[in-house]
């Protein structure tokens, strides 16, 4: 089978496309065919070596996919040949909080990941497909969906009426828009471009905040919010954290979901306290949460926004255009 691996050394420039022998299914275990991949920040961390410096090489990288169940080992029953299914982030974390031991072993880093034309799984944790979505709208779903999905729903508990502050355009953010006006909630959306700020407006942002034109982006998103937004989710960490807070209701809530700003600054605890602010990281999540997730999908026939979409062989200049910043929504890889 064909993979994509980072050989060597870290960097971009470091990934090969090759040869792998093609996997084989133990008890409990299912082989899926993949026909996509979707990339995320986290892959290109990985790539670069600042996800995991000790991270031993070669690696396949690639976070979450989508495809076809292709073999069962014995005693698979959840799912049978055929079956169009993505793979789980997060490999043992069925359902519940999160543990050390649920959460140390992640596809695309130590596990192989998805940049691949297979993949061997437990069975117990693919989920199947909702059924209107193609392969590179289900490989987007794994990752930043299920992350969007827990900063809005399950952990971020926005319910119709609030009002969430959205920062930027990305996988995660765009998946957060949706999911909040699913729910009947209102959304501002940053960003540094016009042209993304207009085609937010055309997924339902009912405000927009170009952030180079307004720095104090965070006081301007709770006057729109009329004295501040119920939720942020919170992509960009340490450099965007401050303007968060300022954009926050007094008992307001940050879902923290990435900390993709360059810089960093210190942070007054002050107005957290006195406003009895509410911080939550989150980590993708289970299985469970991914089910529950695609339920709703199905029912409001969501559909992923997918800005362009590359082939297997074409791993470097995908990684490269998401690098750039330049993207709207996901980036998919297409593998058969």
């Known amino acids: 089978m064909k993979v994509v691996e980072i050989q060597g050394s870290f960097g971009i420039d470091r990934l ?32 670069r070596g600042t996800y995991n410096p000790r991270q031993p090489l070669p ?32 490999p043992h974390w069925i359902a519940g909080e999160p543990t050390r031991e649920r959460i140390r072993a992640t596809l695309g880093g130590p596990l192989p990941g998805t940049l691949a034309e297979r993949i061997l799984l437990p069975a117990e944790s693919v989920v199947r497909v909702p059924a ?35 920062l930027g355009t990305g996988g995660v953010s765009l998946f957060a828009l949706q999911f909040a006006r699913m729910l009947g909630a209102e959304v501002i959306v940053t960003s540094s471009s016009h042209e993304k700020l207009r085609r937010a407006q055309a997924l339902g942002a009912v405000e927009t905040i170009h952030y180079l034109a307004q720095p104090e982006w965070g006081r301007e998103a709770a006057r729109l919010a009329g004295g501040g937004v119920d939720l942020v989710v919170e992509v960009g960490g340490a450099g965007t954290l401050a303007q968060s ?92």
């Open 245 to 336: 807070v300022r954009a926050l209701r007094p008992g307001g809530r940050i879902s923290m979901v990435g900390a993709l700003s360059p810089r960093s600054q210190p942070i007054d605890l002050i107005p957290i306290v006195m406003s009895r602010l509410t911080l939550q990281g989150v980590l993708v999540g289970s299985r469970e949460s991914f089910e529950q997730m695609n339920r709703a999908i199905v029912a409001h026939q969501l559909r992923p926004i997918i800005d362009r979409v590359f082939d297997l062989g074409e791993a470097p200049a995908a990684l490269e255009y998401l690098a750039s910043g330049a993207h709207f929504g996901k980036i998919g890889i297409r593998i058969r």
């Open 16 to 47: 090969v496309l090759c040869d792998r022998a093609d996997p084989v299914p133990g008890p409990g275990e299912v082989v899926v065919a993949l026909r996509a991949a979707s990339l995320n920040h986290r892959d290109l961390l990985t790539v």
């Open 59 to 90: 690696l396949v990288p690639g976070s979450d996919g989508a495809g076809e169940v292709l073999a069962v080992g014995p005693g698979v029953t959840r799912v049978e040949i055929g079956d169009r299914v993505c793979s789980v982030f997060a």
């Open 132 to 166: 209107h979505l193609d392969d590179v709208e289900a490989a987007t779903l794994p990752c930043a969906a299920v992350t969007a999905w827990n900063a809005v729903v399950t952990l971020g508990r926005v319910v119709a009426g609030e009002v969430v502050l959205v």
